[in-house]
């Protein structure tokens, strides 16, 4: 499989990079200013502001499923999730592709969710230090939600650079409180591979009996 990858080059992106090419897609890793992406067979890096739509386009034409996984780092916009989707939206709807998964936080809730005690603690603790970030990753959530994309939106609390432990992607949670990004990058794998969550907002949890 063709996967094109925006902001390939934060921790969580260059863990799918790696885990999709040992599981033998080709990748083109969207990089902006600089990369530390090693050479892989099977990957090719391409430079992209995810809020250009030329250099998105460059990006994930021709692929057949998209993964965006730009996030708040210093000195970024607080709408920078917001408005990277809405371009990648746009992009894809011109091109006439229609998969894309995209990676959030539990901050975005939605009806049946499952709130843990950690869960709840976090995101407010979140919400009252940087509220911004909080809204824009529902505010690009909305953006996803109102395409006519097949995508997928998974939500995780908190990323480490930990191992992978098993985990299980359920519909409304309760989430898992640690989760690494070697899984994240699975869990991306897994619903782009078996074509499931479309139109959904799995949420990574624990595995049953983990």
């Known amino acids: 499989m063709n996967i094109a990858v925006i902001a390939a080059n934060g921790r969580t992106g260059q863990a799918f990079v790696q885990a999709a090419v040992k599981a033998g897609h080709q990748v083109r890793a969207g990089i902006h200013n600089y990369s530390t992406l090693k050479p892989l067979t099977g990957l090719t890096l391409v430079e992209c502001d995810a809020t250009i739509e030329s250099d998105v386009t460059n990006l994930i034409k021709g692929q057949d499923a998209v993964v965006c996984f730009i996030g708040h780092v210093r000195g970024s ?5 917001t408005n990277a989707i809405k371009v990648t939206v746009t992009t894809m709807t011109k091109l006439g592709q229609k998969r894309l998964v995209s990676l959030t936080g539990t901050g975005v809730r939605l009806p049946g969710d499952k709130i843990t005690m950690i869960d709840r603690f976090l995101n407010l603790s ?20 109102d395409s006519d994309l097949d995508w997928t939106i998974i939500r995780v609390l908190k990323l480490t650079n930990g191992k992978s432990r098993p985990y299980t992607l359920q519909h409304s949670g309760p989430t898992k409180a640690i989760v690494s990004r070697k899984e994240v990058a699975l869990a991306v794998l897994e619903v782009i591979e078996q074509h499931s969550f479309i139109r959904q907002a799995p949420i990574i949890c624990d595995a049953v009996g983990d």
Do not use: T, W
Request: aromatic letters at 0%; a negative charge.
């Open 126 to 145: 979140i919400g009252i230090i940087d509220p911004e970030r909080v809204a824009d990753g529902i505010n690009h959530s909305k953006v996803l939600m």
């Open 77 to 81: 916009q607080p709408n920078v999730q």
